[in-house]
């Protein structure tokens, strides 16, 4: 993820809450958009599973 388009949307987002709004909800929304981020840069470079890969592995770790 580049880390301009990182800071360039995370500004986006924060110019984006409410007035009002808390550390925490301004914290969270920059973790949201980086994981977002985060999720569509692997997705573009095809590092995903199948949904059935995934809760096979969901599965496997509700057994532990």
Same mark, same amino acid.
């Given at each position: !993820?580049?880390? $301009?388009? *990182?800071?360039?949307?995370?500004? +986006?987002?924060? =110019?984006?809450l409410p007035? /009002?709004? @808390?550390?925490?909800?301004? !914290?969270?929304? $920059?973790? *949201?958009?980086?994981?977002?981020? +985060?999720?569509? =840069?692997?997705?573009?470079? /095809?590092? @995903? ?5 995934l809760l ?5 770790w509700r057994?532990?």
């Amino acid at each position: !993820m580049g880390a $301009i388009k *990182l800071r360039d949307t995370t500004i +986006e987002v924060i =110019k984006n809450l409410p007035q /009002g709004c @808390t550390l925490e909800e301004i !914290m969270y929304e $920059i973790n *949201l958009t980086a994981q977002v981020l +985060e999720g569509l =840069k692997d997705s573009e470079e /095809g590092n @995903t599973i199948s949904t059935e890969s995934l809760l096979k592995k969901i599965d496997k770790w509700r057994q532990k």
